[in-house]
């Protein structure tokens, strides 16, 4: 059973930059697992941030950016701001079909 | 662009039969660049991969859930459907369709999603 990591919580300043990671419990991540980001507000659907790694969802501002940093796929906000306080899930292709999302990680901006 | 909606009965009792529908506008479920796909998420809890189904009928399922689901197509409704058999209260969640698109596997269009609660 493949599981996907995320860190539970992270806290940021205005205007700071926070990187969360998205790892597997047994391996790397590597761009053939399509890492993708996705943000949600209570209440909504979650909206895609970032697929294939590093593909910025129309609409999505720059300082949203993914990439791969070491073994593990990071989702990197720059001049962090407050309506980017919610919850932050990763998801990832494990292949044969099946998609296995992360637990999620709740920004708190403070 | 495409559009997914999603629509079933919002309760359902234990050990009964999950049946939700996804209606898809502004483009074909025959296109054979996407999966469509099913995701839940439960109350409090990270989304959940149900499972997915192309054009053709292949269907992939979350291996957690396999014993009890199917996802079919109805394709002159435009329409593809999932059934969860034996639910229990832990099946309780919000359950989304979206779609797989297959050049760069992004799992976008999400549905408003639909709460379905298992009680009695």
């Known amino acids: 059973q493949t599981v996907v990591t995320q860190e539970p919580s992270f806290s940021v300043s205005p205007g700071g930059t926070v990187t969360l990671t998205c790892g597997l419990s047994?391996?790397?991540?590597?761009?053939?697992?399509?890492p993708g980001w996705y943000q949600q507000t209570p209440g909504q659907a979650p909206r895609t941030l970032i697929y294939?790694?590093?593909i910025r969802s129309s609409g999505v501002p720059d300082r949203f950016s993914g990439s791969i940093l070491g073994n593990k796929a990071a989702l990197t906000i720059t001049g962090a701001q407050a309506d980017d306080e919610c919850d932050y899930y990763c998801?990832?292709?494990?292949?044969?079909?099946?998609?296995?999302f992360g637990g999620g990680t709740k920004v708190t901006v403070l | 662009q495409l559009q997914l909606q999603e629509s079933g009965p919002g309760l359902v009792k234990p050990s009964e039969t999950l049946s939700l529908t996804c209606t898809v506008s502004?483009?074909?479920?025959?296109?054979?660049?996407?999966?469509w796909v099913w995701i839940r998420q439960p109350p409090g809890k990270g989304p959940e991969w149900i499972g997915s189904?192309?054009?053709?009928?292949?269907?992939f399922y979350n291996p957690s859930l396999k014993s009890r689901v199917t996802i079919s197509m109805a394709m002159s409704k435009n329409q593809f459907s999932l059934q969860l058999n034996s639910v229990t209260a832990a099946d309780t969640a919000v359950y989304y369709c979206t779609k797989d698109s297959l050049a760069n596997r992004n799992l976008d269009s999400w549905g408003q999603g639909t709460l379905v609660t298992v009680s009695s």
């Open positions: 294939s790694t590093n």
């Open positions: 502004g483009g074909s479920i025959s296109n054979s660049i996407y999966y």
């Open positions: 047994s391996g790397s991540v590597s761009p053939t697992y399509y």
């Open positions: 998801v990832l292709y494990v292949g044969s079909g099946i998609w296995v």
């Open positions: 189904i192309y054009y053709s009928g292949t269907t």
